[in-house]
């Protein structure tokens, strides 16, 4: 019987042998292997963690000694050695989520996948196990060396460092990669310490030879491998850089040896105060198509052929949003040397390789710093260049004070760049970019961009990057690019015309990919009798002017956009109508204000009410009941929509 089937519970691991830990590894990996090539999700990072998580369920009792993930990506081994271990739903409605998630397991304890946070997470648990007499239980923080490159982790150690009267331990999985490789002054410091020549001569040559001298060999190895952490932390320097934060440093040692990751775990956890252990692994091991793929080792995939690492059942067809932009933004690029490109360590994910290619120093990657990044390009722009700052939309939100008071307050011209804007799906509640819209409207001055399909998004790429007087932003969602969908009319102030309408009966605004649904529904509406006009904004903050004019002449607006609802566009466009003396009702639709679980975008949409049958059959069924003329001179038995919809809105 294989023995991961065996492993209901962590504690399972207490009969196994060493060499039985092993082969438990290998299964995982074949395991991870199988399952996620057929759903997506995490491979590299969860392969590269196999013997490092089988070490730590070894010597910690989880959840009793709770472990905190940074981010969680890489949380699978841990799941499956937590008793879950149906991965056929994962990352889809009703499966397993791809981040740790405490509805699922009480071994699961920090849900959020933001880098950089899980030291502050294990900072405050340590001290409350401490303070409520619970001392003799140990906190177990696993973080990335591409999280050290974010400036939260050393907030952290810098505040653990002032109470060494705790059961914490570190866990640097130290792979030189956080999506791609890890970048700036601590990613070089610790590649220094993974090359160094004494390491490796260490590591590989007594492993070879006391190996081959059998278990009585590695036993004397484990012992050799004990007594070097002393040695090779002063060649490398790493026991002075921690222990200038009075924190006890043990390592480098091999991540996937497990004798000695289980033996240095148990030195840790017998010290008695906050204990980092440094474990150098790597990304994608033991499956060759990942170690072969440079860029990310797999660190995220679709569905792909396990024996060859190749996605299966690709659409083709249109290209993704993320490759629209990053083909203009090299054009912007030619035309203009003064555009700079910056990310915060996902160069490749946001779509700035191919400017990189092309314009090598024009672009700076500042690592899991997204405040950092939008402060510095403010600076960039006071020196007189055009940042164009990459970011996924929901890492936006850990910058909204450098975007308010370093580049806003400023006047400075810096364009943001949003992917993954709006419902995503798969990855869960803290990868939805459904705050944007609602975060950044707030910022005096902003300009913020919808693009409805390809031709649109690069249209206000060359547009935004005009204006040097403030804040611009451009986000878009992700998977491929929506179809053109051309505008039958554009007005003075830029807003499209999808759909006109000779009854003007409800102005639908459709944000973004969001027009497309607009424009079915007013199709929809048509059917029964309704005249609709659509536009689609392209701008939607500050809201235009003509919107202004066209809901005074209209009956009901509607808005749609895939943010939250509560404080969106729809909310915005309310307001200025009301500013403005216009007092036709407003429906915002939007997202709720909720966290969202993982599953399809399609599955998200409907069930808030953003599919174009549900939002046609809202707006027949608010005015049923009473004749008023509709388009074409046709009559239906509904009230004068005017009315109506004042009479909602009062009540509100």
């Known amino acids: 019987m294989p023995l991961l089937s065996s492993i209901n519970g962590p504690r399972d691991l207490d009969a196994l042998s060493t060499d039985q830990l092993e082969e438990l590894a290998a299964e995982i990996r074949g395991f991870l292997v199988e399952n996620v090539s057929r759903t997506g999700g995490h491979l590299g990072p969860n392969l590269g963690v196999v013997e490092l998580t089988i070490a730590l369920h070894r010597v910690f009792d989880s959840p009793a000694d709770p472990f905190i993930f940074d981010t969680g990506h890489q949380s699978y081994v841990h799941k499956l050695l937590t008793g879950r271990q149906d991965f056929s739903?994962?990352?889809?409605?009703?499966?397993?989520?791809?981040?740790?998630?405490?509805?699922?397991?009480?071994?699961?304890?920090?849900?959020?996948?933001?880098?950089?946070?899980?030291?502050?997470?294990?900072?405050?648990?340590?001290?409350?196990?401490?303070?409520?007499?619970?001392?003799?239980?140990?906190?177990?923080?696993?973080?990335?060396?591409?999280?050290?490159?974010?400036?939260?982790?050393?907030?952290?150690?810098?505040?653990?460092?002032?109470?060494?009267?705790?059961?914490l331990v570190i866990v640097v999985n130290d792979n030189g990669r956080s999506y791609a490789p890890t970048i700036g002054g601590m990613a070089r410091y610790l590649n220094r310490v993974r090359t160094a020549e004494a390491y490796r001569n260490l590591r590989h040559g007594s492993d070879t030879f006391f190996r081959k001298l059998g278990p009585a060999g590695r036993a004397v190895y484990r012992g050799v491998r004990g007594g070097a952490h002393g040695f090779l932390s002063r060649f490398t320097n790493n026991a002075a850089l921690y222990s200038n934060l009075d924190i006890k440093y043990l390592g480098p040692v091999d991540g996937h040896?497990?004798?000695?990751?289980?033996?240095?775990?148990?030195?840790?956890?017998?010290?008695?105060?906050?204990?980092?252990?440094?474990?150098?692994?790597?990304?994608?091991?033991?499956?060759?198509?990942?170690?072969?793929?440079?860029?990310?080792?797999f660190h995220a995939v679709g569905k792909i052929d396990p024996a060859t690492g190749k996605t299966v059942g690709s659409s083709g067809g249109a290209p993704a949003w993320t490759d629209v932009f990053a083909s203009e933004l090299v054009t912007v690029g030619?035309?203009?040397?003064?555009?700079?490109?910056?990310?915060?360590?996902?160069?490749?994910?946001?779509?700035?390789?191919?400017?990189?290619?092309?314009?090598?120093?024009?672009?700076?990657?500042?690592?899991?710093?997204?405040?950092?990044?939008?402060?510095?390009?403010?600076?960039?722009a006071f020196g007189g260049l055009h940042p164009v700052v990459a970011i996924y939309a929901t890492f936006m939100n850990r910058a909204f004070d450098q975007v308010l008071m370093d580049v806003a307050l400023h006047r400075a011209g810096v364009t943001f760049v949003l992917d993954r804007a709006g419902v995503t799906g798969p990855d869960g509640p803290s990868h939805h970019g459904i705050w944007d819209l609602a975060m950044l409207q707030l910022v005096p001055h902003i300009r913020i961009a919808a693009p409805r399909d390809e031709a649109r998004l690069r249209e206000a790429l060359h547009e935004a990057v005009l204006v040097d007087d403030a804040p611009t932003v451009i986000r878009f969602p992700k998977g491929p690019v929506s179809p053109e969908l051309p505008a039958v009319e554009r007005l003075d102030d830029g807003v499209d015309v999808l759909v006109r309408s000779d009854a003007q009966d409800v102005l639908v605004v459709g944000i973004g990919p969001m027009a497309h649904t607009a424009v079915e529904v007013a199709r929809r509406l048509r059917a029964q009798g309704i005249g609709a006009t659509v536009v689609d904004p392209r701008w939607v903050i500050p809201v235009q002017p003509s919107i202004v004019e066209l809901a005074a002449s209209h009956r009901l607006v509607i808005t749609i956009e895939d943010g939250i609802r509560v404080g969106g566009i729809g909310t915005r466009v309310r307001q200025v109508l009301r500013e403005a003396g216009v007092d036709t009702a407003v429906d915002e639709l939007g997202v709720p204000d909720e966290f969202i679980d993982h599953a399809s975008r399609e599955e998200i949409l409907e069930d808030a009410g953003l599919m174009p049958a549900k939002i046609a059959q809202d707006v027949v069924s608010q005015v049923l009941g009473t004749r008023i003329p509709v388009a074409r001179g046709a009559t239906s038995e509904i009230p004068a929509l005017s009315d109506f919809a004042r009479s909602r809105d009062d009540l509100r």
Do not use: C
Not at 137 to 145: E, I, K, L, N, S
Not at 279 to 295: M, N, V, W
């Open 89 to 167: 739903g994962l990352r889809s409605r009703g499966g397993l989520a791809g981040y740790p998630q405490r509805a699922e397991s009480p071994h699961d304890v920090v849900e959020s996948s933001h880098a950089s946070s899980s030291l502050s997470w294990a900072d405050g648990v340590s001290r409350a196990l401490t303070r409520t007499g619970r001392k003799d239980r140990h906190v177990v923080a696993v973080v990335g060396d591409g999280s050290l490159t974010g400036g939260m982790t050393w907030e952290a150690l810098n505040n653990i460092s002032d109470d060494n009267d705790r059961n």
């Open 334 to 380: 030619e035309h203009r040397d003064d555009i700079i490109a910056m990310t915060a360590a996902m160069l490749r994910p946001t779509g700035l390789l191919p400017f990189a290619q092309r314009f090598p120093d024009r672009v700076y990657d500042v690592g899991i710093a997204e405040q950092h990044a939008v402060a510095s390009a403010a600076g960039l």
């Open 257 to 297: 040896d497990l004798p000695s990751l289980i033996e240095t775990l148990e030195l840790a956890k017998t010290y008695g105060a906050p204990v980092i252990v440094h474990a150098i692994t790597e990304k994608g091991r033991g499956y060759q198509p990942a170690l072969d793929d440079e860029a990310d080792a």
